[in-house]
C-alpha cells in the first residue's frame, strides 16, 4: 500500500463511523483505536458545528427571543449517540443532524411573534440536507463527453425540496441577520420555495411557480419529455425552457443515451 492511500484510508476512518468499526479496518491495527475515536468526534463537532451555524444562521439570530441556539444539540446526548453511525457530509448523517437541531429549538412554545418558525425550521433543514452528499469537484474529459450525448429522462436531483410555507420567508430572511428590537414579521401569505443544490455544491433557493413544481415532482426518470409536457400541462417548448432552467439549478438531471 502506497503512502497515498494508507493517508486515504486513515481519512476515512475518521469520517466514516461505519468503516471505523468494521474488521476490515480494524484488523490493520494502524492506529489506537481510543485515540483515533477521540479524534474523529471531535472532527465531527467542528464539522457540523460549521454547518449548523451556517445553515441555521435564522434561528440562531432568533435564540434572543426563542432562547434555543441551534448548535446547542451538538452537546447533547442524542448528538453523541449518532456519532456512532455519522459518516461525515453525507446526506443521511446531514438528515439527521438537521432533525436534531430542529427538535432542539423546537421544544419551547415559540413566542406569537414567531408563528413563521416552523416554516424557517424546515427552510434550514431542507437547506442543510441539499448541501450534503457528493459533488463533482472537476469536470472531467470523460464527463464533457457523455454531456454530449443524447439525454435520457429527466429526473429529480436526489436532496432537491420544494417547500409549501404558509409565510413569505424570503421577504423576512435579509432582515433577521440586521439589527432589530422588535422581531421582524413575515407576511402570512403561501409561498412555494425550491432548494436545490448543483453538482459542484452551490446551494440555490427560488420561487417556484405551478409549472417549475409540476416539473420537479413528476421528474422520476422515466417519463419521456413528452409525456412530461402532457402530465405538466406544458407545451414542449415552455417544457424545455423549464428544464434547462432547473438543470442548471441542479434540481433536474439528464442520464446520457447508451
Not at 500500500?1 to 468503516?19: G, H, I, K, N
Not at 441556539?69 to 461525515?88: G, I, M, Q, R, Y
Request: glycine fraction near 4%; charge should be neutral; charged fraction near 30%.
Amino acid at each position: 500500500m502506497s503512502d497515498r492511500e494508507l493517508q486515504d484510508l486513515v481519512l476515512r476512518a475518521l469520517a466514516d463511523a461505519p468503516f471505523r468499526a468494521s474488521r476490515e479496518w480494524r484488523d490493520r491495527a494502524l492506529v489506537e483505536p481510543g485515540r483515533l475515536e477521540r479524534f474523529a468526534r471531535f472532527l465531527a463537532r467542528h464539522f457540523y458545528y460549521e454547518r449548523i451555524v451556517h445553515f441555521f444562521k435564522y434561528s440562531r439570530a432568533l435564540a434572543r427571543v426563542t432562547g434555543r441556539c441551534p448548535e446547542a444539540v451538538l452537546k447533547s446526548a442524542d448528538f453523541d449517540a449518532l456519532l456512532a453511525t455519522a459518516v461525515l457530509g453525507s446526506r443521511e448523517t446531514a438528515r439527521d443532524v438537521a432533525s436534531l437541531a430542529v427538535r432542539h429549538v423546537k421544544e419551547v412554545t415559540p413566542p406569537p411573534q414567531l408563528r413563521y418558525l416552523n416554516d424557517l425550521l424546515r427552510y434550514e433543514e431542507a437547506m442543510m440536507i441539499a448541501e450534503a452528499g457528493p459533488r463533482v469537484w472537476r469536470d472531467s474529459a470523460h464527463e464533457r463527453a457523455a454531456g454530449s450525448s443524447e439525454p435520457s429522462a429527466p429526473e429529480r436531483v436526489e436532496g432537491t425540496a420544494l417547500l409549501d410555507l404558509a409565510y413569505d420567508l424570503p421577504a423576512v430572511l435579509p432582515r433577521l441577520l440586521q439589527s432589530w428590537v422588535e422581531v421582524p414579521q413575515a407576511p402570512a401569505q403561501p409561498v412555494k420555495l425550491l432548494i436545490a443544490r448543483s453538482p459542484h455544491g452551490r446551494v440555490t433557493v427560488a420561487r417556484a411557480d405551478a409549472a417549475v413544481a409540476s416539473v420537479v415532482e413528476l421528474a422520476d426518470g422515466r417519463k419521456t419529455l413528452e409525456q412530461l409536457a402532457r402530465e405538466a400541462g406544458l407545451r414542449a417548448t415552455d417544457l424545455e425552457t423549464t428544464l434547462v432552467g432547473l438543470s442548471d439549478l441542479g434540481a433536474v438531471r439528464f442520464a446520457t443515451g447508451s
